[in-house]
């Protein structure tokens, strides 16, 4: 039987706290890392947006302005760039999008978890196939349906789009279906309760974790999306929030406070929002994933 020195042991136990020490330290390094990569950007364009555009031409992007109430550059680009338009168009785009994904999203789920029918297994792979394939490479395919659908340059192009290019959501909604007992469906089967209803009355009212999720999710994704509005809807008068504010660039090029001001109008309320409903994201995954 082996034995180990008073000196050899203690020193391994100095160590010990030692290497605990270095390992949290590392962590808040990386987290103020992280967080810095993310703040400082976002500083920036606050603080270019409250400067006049001598003080642009003088000072830096993290210099402090000289007039925290210069709102001037937020009236010319809420003005100039249509952002009140803009909103309006991202308002009715995100509503029917989100209603459109909710119930697509959840009734597909309910079908392939509750429901038997032949090539179940290959639909399901499909969907995750579909989830693989860059969109890029579909859109020559796309642009003709949408064109032949007859709604090219109108708001319900995006929002077809949206709705039917969703696969996470129906996964979303498929880990949470498969946590509600079927015990449910019998017993609303014997009152007398058709597919429908049951989807309506029992299955849709247990999925709140699962919409909050989806909308957050899905909400801030159409949000911020350039590339759909831009191809989809090229008319000036249909621009959302991030189209306006590509058109905007064109006049104040050379107008950073301008330019900070506009982006700073499109960030803030995405902003708010993420951090007010930020719980639900968490505790939608986190539900999912332990369901």
Do not use: C
């Not at 960030?267 to 539900?287: D, K, M, T, W």
């Amino acid at each position: 039987m082996t034995t180990i020195s008073r000196p050899a042991y203690s020193s391994r136990r100095r160590a010990a706290p030692v290497r605990s020490g270095v390992a949290v330290l590392l962590q808040y390094l990386s987290l103020i890392l992280a967080s810095a990569v993310v703040v400082i950007p976002l500083l920036a364009i606050l603080l270019t947006s409250l400067r006049t555009g001598k003080e642009m031409a003088d000072d830096g992007a993290l210099t402090i302005p000289d007039n925290w109430m210069n709102f001037h550059n937020y009236v010319v680009a809420f003005n100039d760039g249509q952002m009140l338009r803009a909103l309006g168009n991202t308002a009715f785009i995100l509503f029917f999008s989100i209603l459109g994904t909710l119930l697509t999203g959840s009734m597909t789920a309910y079908a392939i978890d509750r429901f038997q029918f032949r090539l179940k297994k290959l639909i399901i792979t499909l969907f995750l196939l579909a989830s693989l394939v860059p969109s890029v490479t579909t859109q020559v395919a796309t642009y003709q349906i949408v064109n032949g659908l007859g709604v090219m340059d109108t708001r319900w192009a995006p929002v077809l789009l949206y709705m039917g290019t969703d696969i996470v959501s129906i996964y979303i909604f498929l880990q949470f279906i498969r946590s509600i007992p079927i015990s449910l469906d019998e017993a609303a089967r014997l009152d007398g309760a058709n597919s429908f209803t049951i989807y309506w009355r029992i299955i849709l009212p247990l999925l709140k974790p699962a919409i909050a999720t989806v909308v957050i999710v899905k909400g801030v994704a159409i949000y911020n999306d350039f590339y759909i509005p831009f191809l989809y809807m090229p008319s000036d008068d249909l621009g959302t929030i991030s189209t306006s504010l590509f058109r905007f660039k064109g006049p104040y090029g050379a107008h950073w406070e301008v330019i900070s001001a506009g982006a700073a109008l499109v960030i803030i309320p995405s902003l708010i929002v993420f951090l007010v409903l930020q719980r639900f994201i968490y505790n939608g995954f986190a539900s999912g994933a332990t369901k």
